[in-house]
């Protein structure tokens, strides 16, 4: 959390001006937004350069590369925000405690399976389609936020708060557990109530795809379209970090966090209540990960109780990747690391003329850049060089 | 001695009298005469009531686990050498196959058991030992089934048209193939995670594993090497020994596929016994030291002079070549694998045996291996027929509640209750536990147990 501690140092005491206040908030949003505008400028130049590498032997691979190119940013940008938001929690949570929730990944899970019992209820009393769109959408990120933060709280105190002290490998086992024991028993409950196993996630009508721009290649034009609820998924999530940063950049409340992170022993001499913080953690890291995951499973459109386990993993690479314990890290590892993964999944089958498929190969792109950084730059991209981190 | 019996004395409070109790039971039971009358009544009567009861039951569960425990006790009792080997030889050699010949459910939880004790000894080195934890170890598992399943069927035709499968008389080379093969992997593994500390490793690990699976699940394009999500099937078994000598000159009638459990149980034992060796040699040698120091304080190992690298890399080959070599036995074996029968979860499974037994602890490992097994292979089942049971007799329990779905469940709890109450496990190993409690200094070998000796003295 050096990044942040940076900013805030000087002022000691009493108020801070707007100016300042807006700069801490909006300074980590901003080279957010750097990263995505970054990446999907550059990852768009490869594909390009690797069309033009083929074209002798495939004519028709610019223009096919160009076409999907904008559908495959608003994915990359989906993806990215999912990974930004669960990364969080994992790196708030290491930065406080230096330890992987490890469970992260099925908090996230239980937000979407929230989302999917509201939606469910609504449509049983009839009023679902009634509902109108933005208030569905508050509605399941407030209670996705509630269920799953509690539930992250909960967690530490019963899993975690008595093995602090112990070797580091003890709450990792401990974690391991808890997702797997979140795994089944929201099975056990999807299965057992109507939701069933793959719970279908009704929305009211968000309307149809929006229009952006037509885009004029060969012969024909192709419309450049988003999905409502890809807009929605992407525009909330950006509130909730700006949000976060200002809770954590610019509040009492923030400053103990970032004091605790840095040293427990002293932040509680400062009279901080350390343990109330390392829940308060939970709390918003969990309600991130829950609204996240309520949101994301309305644009995927169904959940399923083991949906959170790959994300999560994904997420704790982008934590990593932008130097764990750093939130403006985590947010800009997520974005990289989102839009790598749409690029591989959409073009790996089309320079391989089909042989590779892409979706699969993701996965093993997100874990290969995983161990690369770990072994090139193990601080992350925005994490100073220490030795001890890794 | 009187010195002994007033600390002693000192020692106990009041609570410490049903320990006193237990403490004297297993001193009389475990050393002399009164352990070979115990374990003599105890074998016989397990004995008799396998081999009278065969057939699958509730009742032949709990003797079957009996009997499990049995020889466990004799492994693990301080009777000379050649009973504790003797009967341990007779119950795992002569009752087992015999009883499996009755019912061949219970040689088959057996076998299975075995395999995973092999690899359970497999990640105690490298977790355990070394204290590096490992959540892909499948991933070993995997490329060594894989190893034998691509090579001894058709599926390598798909590679290329002019190789032919090998014989199946190779499964034996292939076995300790599936040693080296492991080994390597595990050395490719551990290369890029060298530097990193204990829990960047855990993900690292997952991810490796994650990695395998996925690779199994999709190298069916564009070259069919996997043969992706369906799996390989008709996997070849080695041909059969002793067939004629087991038909003829004894007489007994046995089929194929009887003959091939019989086979598959003593391979897997063999195996089995050979890991024990070679863990129990390698932990208390030069090696296994250092992977301790390593374990205990990394950069204090390191100033001592302990080659770092090389001895990490030697735990991930060693952790890893037994994984290879039982994969090759478990695809033989269940001539048929699939990607997910090497999900994560089984790799959590196996963590569970080794977290269960004991980090570190090689008895701990066999015993948590097997207790894992027969929760998942028996007593699961077992629970999900009482369920179904209690279910139509009217108890209020959701239809949708299988315990054998949700071990999961099962395991996660496991881990959880085991960190915050026991994290050394059931059976801690000693070394570790003497640094628990080093203020009050352990009994020794001569002067702890006087009744024991009194015993010996007067048999």
């Given at each position: 959390m050096a990044a942040e501690a940076k900013v805030t140092t000087?002022?000691?005491t009493g108020q801070r001006s707007l100016a300042e206040v807006l700069r801490t908030v909006f300074g980590p949003v901003g080279q957010m937004l750097l990263f995505v505008v970054g990446s999907a400028i550059a990852l768009s130049l490869v594909v390009t350069l690797l069309a033009l590498v083929q074209i002798g032997a495939r004519p028709d691979l610019l223009v096919r590369t160009w076409t999907i190119l904008p559908q495959v940013i608003i994915d990359g940008l989906v993806r990215g925000f999912l990974f930004a938001t669960i990364a969080l929690g994992y790196t708030m949570v290491y930065g406080v405690l230096?330890?992987?929730?490890?469970?992260h990944g099925e908090i996230f899970m239980v937000g979407g399976v929230v989302g999917a019992a509201v939606a469910l209820a609504l449509a049983a009393a009839g009023f679902l389609a009634a509902v109108p769109g933005l208030l569905f959408v508050l509605l399941i990120i407030v209670l996705g936020m509630l269920v799953s933060g509690t539930l992250a709280v909960t967690v530490e105190r019963v899993a975690y708060r008595p093995l602090r002290?112990?070797?580091?490998l003890v709450p990792l086992i401990s974690a391991i557990g808890v997702s797997l024991v979140l795994q089944d028993v929201t099975r056990l409950i999807m299965t057992s109530?109507?939701?069933?196993?793959?719970?279908r996630f009704n929305t009211p009508d968000f309307g149809?795809?929006?229009?952006?721009f037509e885009m004029n290649l060969g012969d024909r034009p192709v419309p450049v379209i988003i999905s409502p609820k890809a807009l929605i998924f992407v525009s909330a999530a950006v509130v909730m970090l700006v949000v976060l940063n200002y809770l954590v950049n610019a509040t009492r409340l923030g400053k103990a966090i970032r004091a605790t992170a840095q040293d427990r022993a002293t932040a509680s001499l400062m009279g901080i209540n350390v343990n109330q913080i390392i829940s308060l953690t939970f709390l918003i890291g969990g309600a991130l990960g829950g609204a996240a995951g309520a949101l994301f499973g309305m644009y995927v459109g169904t959940v399923n109780p083991y949906m959170g386990f790959i994300p999560g993993l994904k997420a704790f690479t982008a934590a990593v990747l932008g130097g764990i314990g750093n939130i403006t890290g985590a947010m800009v590892g997520g974005i990289v690391l989102g839009f790598l993964e749409a690029f591989v999944a959409s073009y790996l089958s089309l320079f391989t003329g089909g042989a590779f498929s892409g979706a699969a190969y993701a996965d093993i792109a997100a874990f290969s850049i995983l161990i690369l950084i770990l072994i090139f730059r193990p601080s992350g991209l925005l994490g100073e060089a220490t030795t001890q981190k890794v | 001695m009187a010195r002994v019996a007033s600390l002693q004395n000192i020692r106990?409070?009041?609570?410490?009298q049903s320990a006193r109790l237990w403490e004297q039971l297993r001193t009389y039971l475990g050393r002399g005469s009164g352990a070979y009358a115990f374990f003599g009544l105890y074998a016989a009567i397990c004995t008799w009531q396998l081999f009278t009861n065969p057939r699958t039951s509730l009742r032949t569960d709990i003797f079957f686990v009996l009997f499990l425990l049995l020889v466990f006790m004799v492994y693990r009792s301080a009777t000379p050498l050649w009973f504790r080997g003797g009967l341990t030889a007779v119950l795992l050699v002569v009752v087992m196959p015999i009883f499996g010949t009755l019912n061949p459910f219970y040689i088959d939880v057996a076998t299975q058991a075995g395999i995973f004790v092999a690899l359970a000894l497999g990640l105690n080195v490298v977790?355990?030992?070394?204290?590096l934890l490992d959540l892909g170890y499948v991933a070993f598992f995997a490329v060594g089934a894989y190893l034998w399943a691509i090579l001894s069927t058709p599926q390598i035709t798909q590679i290329n048209p002019a190789w032919s499968p090998v014989p199946p008389i190779m499964f034996y080379p292939f076995v300790v193939l599936g040693l080296v093969i492991g080994a390597v992997f595990g050395i490719l593994l551990g290369l890029p995670v060298l530097r990193l500390r204990g829990d960047y490793l855990a993900i690292v690990t997952l991810g490796f594993g994650e990695v395998i699976r996925v690779l199994a699940n999709n190298?069916?394009?564009?070259?069919?090497?996997?043969?992706?999500?369906q799996g390989i099937r008709e996997i070849e078994r080695p041909p059969l020994i002793l067939t004629n000598f087991i038909r003829e000159t004894l007489g007994w009638n046995l089929s194929d596929s009887q003959l091939y459990q019989q086979f598959f149980y003593f391979v897997v034992l063999l195996i089995v016994i050979f890991t024990v060796v070679v863990v129990s040699r390698l932990k208390n040698s030069r090696i296994g030291r250092a992977w301790e120091a390593i374990r205990e304080d990394e950069t204090a190992a390191v100033a001592q002079g302990i080659p770092r690298v090389r001895m990490k890399l030697m735990a991930f080959a060693v952790g890893a070549s037994f994984a290879g070599a039982m994969g090759v036995v478990f695809a033989s074996k269940q001539l048929f694998i699939n990607?997910?029968?090497?999900?994560?979860l089984r790799s959590i499974n196996i963590l569970a045996m080794v977290i269960l037994g004991g980090m570190g602890s090689i008895p701990g490992s066999i015993l948590g291996a097997v207790i894992v097994t027969l929760l998942d292979l028996q007593i699961l089942p077992r629970m999900a027929t009482v369920l179904r049971d209690a279910q139509r007799a009217?108890?209020?329990?959701?239809?949708?509640?299988d315990p054998t779905q949700y071990q999961r469940l099962l395991f996660g709890i496991l881990l959880v209750l085991m960190m915050i109450f026991?994290?050394?496990?059931?059976?801690?190993d000693e070394r570790r536990s003497e640094e628990l409690h080093a203020g009050d200094e352990p009994p020794s070998e001569e002067e702890a147990p006087p009744a024991a000796r009194a015993a010996a003295e007067s048999s």
């Open positions: 000087s002022p000691q230096e330890f992987i929730n490890f469970a002290g112990a070797p580091r109530t109507p939701l069933g196993f793959n719970a149809s795809p929006i229009r952006l | 106990m409070t009041p609570t410490a977790v355990g030992f070394a204290g190298l069916d394009r564009p070259i069919n090497i996997t043969n992706g999500s990607p997910p029968t090497f999900d994560l009217g108890v209020p329990i959701p239809a949708a509640f026991r994290p050394q496990g059931i059976l801690p």
